[in-house]
């Protein structure tokens, strides 16, 4: 039905995607997937005519034989929506904030003239149903619900005029794996109910292992490998496809001997804020952190996982002493850990946060942003003490000590972690919080990462408190983990234990909810998750 | 939206007290004797006290305060001392000239910058565009009053198709509008210029948005986009722009109506200024003061029906 046919595109000359082919058949699942910048959203933006300017491309993509590239922008307007639906990664932006959620389903109708305004809202009411937000009123806007039920909006909205081609670029990336969970299965269910075709693009290797009939692997601008989801899993002709497969399960060597003194103590701590208001009242206080305890060892890592809600970042500023906290005690090597602890206490207790992009200041060099936590030392180091410093901390990160002198917009997303990392690790502490610290990085950085911080936990004798969603991750660099579930840690042990036999009704539903790759497949490590 | 409402209406009453004490602390009590500034230095004993008898300097400061506030919240701005006429009489005359003049121009400026901002928005990079911000450019960078002087020149002087001056008063409301078009338009200029640079920067913005993209892919046109979502929620930073030009113009057009020998507020705060009437002074800049705090009022009323997302605060 749709079919690319050696489709190749340059953006101001430059190559974006070559001679990609591929076939989509009615009703069926297509799996696309692929790192960042390997022309996936791309090639979904050619199907939809909505490539950026300077865009310039050759070959054939058609519909039941129309050429889409050769149609004029009316007649895409035409297509888009009504043969063409498309839905994208962020949720929480992909809406109009300041229009309804009934009116944004229903223009889909309205604008390509197939009802009239009441009508439409009707047929905007049955697709809302129809995703599940029949507790929904339709007066509702964007920011009233959350991250899953937008993206359950917008499916209401591509799919409105049913479309005989749905294409959902990375759908679940932005949600919780239990979200991710509900959303595909809807996704797989409104395909089969409508007989459409699902165009499924994703990093993420384990969501199309469960859900696309067919694959392809993108990598710069090139399919490397199609074919049927499990021939393509088993075989893994091409030598990308198994790199994809072993970053995507990858398990760094460790060897960690963990000391039995506490580095790291949390007894029963509280966080609570003011509940929303209510008119003039306000409802009654929320807990984000409910008598939270727990002991992190020198040398040990150790994991915290929970969903977006869960209490997690409220207790990550708490153990890096930013916020106040209501009850309980945090000490860190018997030192009490409170906003108004000194600063040299600080030294011991470094972090690195998700966005590589966002967290440094794009106007200084990297010899300035790593060695900014010295100001946190009594007695910080000068002149060419800082530059060695700062050296030291680019080698153990596997940069370049000439790199020091480039500013962050020069590396690549794996490279500003990196250093990240660095900078962390500059006043010599012994915890390491990593906040999310991989999870916005493609698999194969993403496992680089990791062997680096197995590494470096050896060579410094390094704690990690490893807060993520991504259970991949955790199972992979963690000797023991928290499981957190609404401001309570609900299941604590060691991390095999706790993944091979959860005994908390909730760790078995998010151990559940996780896409996973085939068991019988993967090459010689075990399936994670 | 109830508490919101309640929120802004206390922060405009408490905004309002300060600048009353300010005002009146600048003006009646930090310089000293007002009757002696006003009549100068060769002013005789019996005019001095004669004068402050007259301005009711007698009481303490705190009572001369309660009894300025408390005549105005009754309408009783006190009596001009050039004039010799009631401030609130003169402030109403003035008023039927600044006000319309005000509202004229904001429309005006309004009518001009919302299509130029959208069309250079959605031309970015191309010519239309760089021919909309080099305009804008220069109707910011020209003074009003020189451009004034040239409307002047080719509208009644050449052409006589408007008068070059002078206010004849609203029993016809034809030529009142009329003798009001040409400072209108001159006040217009450069605040239809600031304007359409902040629309077309907003809209910009919304751009990228991804509520944009999604919109594109359900079937709507580059146009429809636009004015069916990047529109409204480009229109926050307009709107707060549009106050501040509403509060400028009510005030702010000294010049041009000296230029067209317009009657209006801003010369009447001039002339209570260079003649040392500070009754005039003190009760205008009050009440120049309740008009913007009024305005900005209304703007974040207006944010609140532009943006859901606020009424919830």
């Known amino acids: 039905m749709i079919a690319l046919d050696r489709l190749s595109l340059s953006i101001h000359g430059q190559p974006i995607l070559r001679d990609v082919s591929l076939d989509i058949a009615p009703g069926e699942i297509f799996g696309l997937v692929g790192e960042s910048g390997s022309g996936k959203s791309m090639t979904a933006l050619a199907l939809m005519g909505l490539l950026p300017t300077g865009a310039a491309t050759t070959g054939r993509a058609s519909l039941d034989g129309t050429d889409l590239l050769s ?74 619900l959350s991250g899953g039920q937008r993206q359950r909006v917008c499916i209401a909205a591509a799919i409105a005029l049913h479309p005989r081609l749905l294409i959902a670029d990375e759908p679940t990336t932005a949600l919780d794996v239990t979200t991710q969970a509900q959303i595909l299965d809807l996704l797989r269910d409104i395909v089969a109910d409508e007989g459409m075709s699902l165009l499924l693009i994703t990093h993420d290797l384990a969501v199309v292992a469960d859900m696309a009939d067919r694959i392809a692997v993108m990598q710069t601008g090139e ?44 007894e029963n701590v509280t966080r609570s804020y003011p509940g929303p208001r209510q008119g003039f009242r306000r ?6 952190v409910d008598g939270v305890s727990f002991a992190l060892h020198e040398g040990e890592s150790l994991g915290l996982v929970g969903e977006s809600g869960c209490g997690k970042s409220t207790l990550t500023r708490a153990i890096l002493g930013l916020d106040p906290i209501q009850g309980g005690a945090i000490r860190l090597n018997g030192t009490p850990v409170t906003p108004q602890m000194p600063r040299a206490a600080r030294a011991d207790i470094q972090v690195v946060f998700q966005d590589p992009y966002g967290s440094f200041n794009p106007r200084w060099r990297v010899e300035r942003l790593i060695a900014e936590p010295f100001h946190l030392l009594p007695d910080p180091p000068r002149g060419g003490d800082r530059r060695d410093r700062v050296a030291e901390a680019l080698t153990a990160v596997h940069l370049s000590p000439d790199d020091m002198h480039k500013y962050p917009h020069e590396f690549s997303g794996g490279q500003r ?86 005994t908390h009704p909730y760790t078995r539903t998010l151990l559940k909810a996780a896409p996973r790759l085939p068991d019988h497949i993967g090459g010689s490590h075990d399936t994670l998750v | 939206m109830l508490r919101y409402l309640l929120i802004r209406a206390l922060s405009l009453s408490l905004s309002l007290i300060v600048a009353s004490v300010v005002i009146f602390a600048v003006i009646e009590v930090i310089p000293g004797d007002p009757a002696t500034y006003m009549l100068g230095l060769n ?65 005006l400026s309004t009518l001009i910058a919302f299509p130029i901002g959208i069309l250079a928005a959605s031309n970015r990079g191309g010519v ?91 079937g709507l046109s580059r146009g429809q986009a636009i004015r069916r979502h990047a529109l409204r929620n480009a229109l926050i930073p307009v709107l707060t722009i549009i106050g501040l030009q509403f509060s400028f113009l009510l005030a702010g057009a000294i010049i041009i109506e ?56």
């Open chain 2, 128 to 218: 239309v565009d760089y021919g909309i911000m080099g305009a804008t450019q220069l109707g910011i960078a020209i003074p009003n009053f020189w451009f004034a002087m040239l409307l002047v020149l080719l509208f009644a002087v050449t052409l006589q198709w408007f008068s070059a001056g002078g206010f004849p008063g609203w029993d016809n409301p034809f030529l009142a509008l009329k003798s009001l078009t040409l400072p209108a338009i001159a006040l217009a200029l450069p605040q239809a210029s600031i304007l359409a640079r902040v629309m077309r920067s907003a809209l910009l913005e919304t751009f990228s948005q991804d509520y944009m993209r999604t919109a594109r892919a359900k």
């Open chain 1, 71 to 144: 149609l004029s922008e009316p007649a895409l307007c035409r297509l888009r929506g009504n043969e063409i639906g498309m839905i994208f990664q962020e949720p929480m932006t992909a809406l109009n904030p300041v229009q309804t959620i009934g009116a944004q389903v229903a223009e889909t109708l309205t604008i390509h003239g197939k009802a009239d305004a009441t009508e439409a809202r009707a047929i905007a009411r049955d697709r809302l149903d129809r995703v599940g937000l029949k507790h929904i009123p339709m007066d509702r806007y964007p920011h009233e």
């Open chain 2, 258 to 313: 000296n230029v067209f020998f317009l009657p209006g507020l801003g010369r009447l705060i001039f002339q209570g200024i260079t003649q040392r009437d500070l009754i005039v002074v003190e009760s205008v800049t009050m009440l120049l003061v309740f008009s913007v705090i009024l305005v900005t009022f209304l703007v974040d009323i207006t944010y609140a029906l532009v943006d859901p997302r606020l009424r919830r605060r």
């Open chain 2, 43 to 107: 002013a005789t004993d019996e005019t001095l006290a004669a004068l402050r008898d007259e301005l009711g300097l007698g009481g303490s400061a705190l009572s001369r305060y309660f009894d300025w506030i408390g005549g105005m919240l009754t309408g009783d701005f006190g009596t001009s001392y050039t004039y010799r006429v009631p401030v609130a009489e003169l402030v109403l005359d003035r008023l039927q000239v600044s006000l319309p003049l005000a509202a004229m121009a904001l429309a």
């Open chain 1, 283 to 288: 409802s009654p206080p929320l807990h984000a």
């Open chain 1, 417 to 502: 972690q990196r250093i990240a990392i660095a900078r962390a690790l500059i006043t010599r502490p012994k915890l390491l919080v990593l906040d999310e610290a991989v999870s916005a990085l493609d698999v194969s950085v993403r496992a680089r990462i990791l062997d680096l911080l197995a590494e470096l936990q050896g060579e410094f004798h390094l704690s990690y408190l490893f807060i993520s969603h991504d259970l991949t991750v955790v199972r992979a660099i963690t000797d023991r983990v928290l499981v957190m579930q609404s401001g309570k840690i609900v299941e604590e042990g060691a991390t095999e234990a706790v993944f091979t036999a959860p």
């Open chain 1, 223 to 266: 399919i490397v490998e199609t074919g049927p989801t499990k021939t393509v899993l088993a075989r893994q002709d091409h030598p990308y496809t198994r790199a994809l497969f072993a970053a995507s399960s990858h398990q760094p060597d460790r060897a960690t001997y963990p000391d039995p003194a506490p580095l790291l103590a949390v």
